[in-house]
DNA sequence: AGTGCAGTTGACTTT
DNA sequence: TAAAGTCAACTGCAC
């Protein structure tokens, strides 16, 4: 006879250390860690089989560290509120762990069906903090100071053992094939798991963050430049905690020094810092209002741009065949590597939403597949930001020639990724179409009038923020969700020129 | 050496 | 994280 199983449920925190539904399951006993592989969640549009790999990676990496220990992973496959009422069925289920979680539309309904179930089933359902995101948070002040709080508070160590779980548990990791996955190649994604995570930070920490600052806005720099922290801290292989405290510790190191290289370090982990809390920042966003994944957050935008996108220029758009050499090459870096810097991701997303005029669910959701650091809570306030339909931003209609020309003046990145330029002069490669023999180039001209795609789009969103009824909702949404930072002057209190500069600088930042 | 002027730069505003 | 437009200050240069 099996006795009652304290179960630790893993979903996209795939570590051992600081991990505290772990160390908290522990003390009412032995405890059966489980990962669910959801079929249903991996047929959603918005996932895809990049990042199933980079999880299966993690998932097998932490399988062998819980089996250090002395007890592995059980992998189960199906849905989560039948595999725990049968194994309440044939077990007894004690306690059921896991970490507080902001995914998307799916887990969130999944998430309320489990907990139904344990209520019913007078299973304790623990979630944990994982991030600095406070669920059913009351107002936004104070926001920016218990994330302080939250990051400095210790690390919990992982634990120094397990006790093995008596029974057969399966252990199986599906492949994407398996799980039914459509094929989806990512050359050059990053390899998952825990130990490339601490090599990342690590090497990002002490080798190539020293010039962030200055190289996370071009793609030729920010490959390596950037931390590339962003898919370990989704699928929680580091904990934002450990980061947080490891950049600390690494700005504590560098403080007494007057070296030049040491003052470079300070500046861009400051900036670096600062990106620690936007994150957390964002996905708080999606946890205070889910439908801002299906829905615009400003409802004067509803009917803008048709719901059922232009399938020509979608394709040409995530394909990398628009004849806009630098948007083209950046979908293709994104397509190839699962990952591309910040600034350009926001590019590309104007582009389809401004100059494309794309419904931004569409876009969005082949944005989404191809991140394997695909974070709902950020990617859909991202999302919504760079199609203007927030309400409370101003237009940023980013112009992709006069970008490529700042990001990659030479042309050495489009090179890299749009070969079918080779046989083009370099004083045109920003805009081939303007090269005398530019129809014997293998590569299409512009899929749209770059000036007039612009100026149609600033028209249209023009027209709606002056109608009559935008102002007030967009004051509620500043409300609710825009930043603290500038100080509770941004609810119209009487301000200077320059403090409402500052204020407006930090609304547009934050949303 | 001062003046007028085209072109440039930068701060700020508008879209 | 935008870009274009406006305006004033500034610069280089011809006379």
């Known amino acids: 006879m099996s006795y009652p199983l304290n179960i ?11 991990h505290r539904p772990l160390a908290w399951a ?8 489980l990962y669910i592989v959801e079929p249903e969640l991996w047929a959603q549009p918005d996932v895809s089989a990049r990042q199933w790999a980079f999880a299966a990676e993690s998932i097998n990496e932490l399988q062998q560290a819980l089996a250090a220990l002395g007890q592995p992973l059980c992998v189960m496959v199906g849905d989560a509120v039948q595999i725990f009422s049968q194994l309440h069925e044939r077990h007894g289920i004690a306690s059921l762990w896991s970490h507080e979680e902001t995914g998307n539309g799916w887990t969130y309904a999944r998430d309320l069906a489990v907990a139904a179930w344990a209520r019913q089933a007078s299973v304790p359902w623990r979630e944990p903090r994982q991030f600095g995101v406070i ?56 390899p998952g798991g825990r130990v490339a995570g601490l090599h990342t930070l690590e090497s990002f920490l002490n080798e190539r963050g020293r010039d962030y600052r200055y190289k996370m806005s071009s793609p030729v720099t920010a490959f390596n430049a950037s931390s590339r922290l962003s898919p370990h801290l989704t699928w929680g292989t580091l904990s934002m905690r450990e980061v947080a405290q490891a950049t600390a510790a690494r700005v504590e190191g560098l403080q007494r020094s007057k070296d030049a290289n040491a003052q470079a370090w300070r500046a861009s982990l400051a900036s670096f810092s600062g990106r620690q809390h936007w994150h957390c920042h964002f996905i708080q966003k999606l946890e ?7 829905e615009n957050l400003h409802r004067a935008y509803d ?28 979908m293709r870096a994104l397509n190839q590597h699962g990952w591309i810097n910040f600034r350009m991701r926001a590019m590309l997303m104007s582009f389809a939403s401004y100059h494309l005029w794309l419904p931004w669910l569409d876009s969005g959701l082949h944005l989404a597949r191809k991140f394997v650091d695909y974070e709902p809570g950020i990617h859909w306030p ?11 931003n101003t237009m940023r209609i980013y112009n992709p020639v006069k970008q490529g020309l700042d990001q990659d003046p030479t042309g050495r990145f489009i090179r890299s990724f749009v070969p079918e330029l080779d046989a083009l ?22 899929i749209v009038d770059n000036a007039s795609a612009a100026k149609l789009a600033r028209e249209a969103l023009y027209a709606i923020r002056k109608g009559a009824d935008h102002r007030q909702a967009a004051h509620a949404i500043v409300a609710k969700h825009a930043s603290r930072k500038a100080g509770s002057a941004v609810m119209g209190r009487k301000r200077s020129a320059k403090a409402k500069r500052g204020s407006d600088k930090q609304l547009t930042f934050d949303f």
């Not at 399938?311 to 090459?329: C, K, M, N, Q």
Request: proline share 15%; glycine share 6%; aromatic share 10%.
């Open 303 to 330: 009917g803008l741009r048709s719901d059922v996108a232009d399938p020509h220029r979608l394709a040409a758009w995530s394909e990398g065949r628009t004849g806009f050499p630098f948007i083209d090459a950046c």
């Open 26 to 33: 522990l003390q009412m006993g032995p405890v059966l860690p």
């Open 382 to 392: 991202q999302v919504q930001m760079q199609s203007g339909t927030t309400g409370i």
């Open 135 to 190: 669920r059913r948070l009351k107002s936004r002040n104070g926001w920016a100071k218990a994330w302080d709080g939250d990051m400095a508070s210790p690390v919990t160590p992982a634990p120094k053992r397990l006790t093995p779980v008596e029974g057969d548990w399966p252990t199986d990791i599906p492949t994407a094939d398996e799980l039914g996955l459509a094929p989806d190649p990512c050359p050059h994604r990053q």
């Open 425 to 446: 002069p370099d004083s045109f490669i920003h805009e081939p179409w303007l090269w005398p023999q530019a129809q014997s180039l293998p590569y299409p001209p512009p």
């Open 8 to 18: 630790v449920w893993f979903k996209r925190d795939l570590r051992i250390v600081d």
């Open 288 to 294: 205070d209002e889910p439908r801002i994944e299906f």
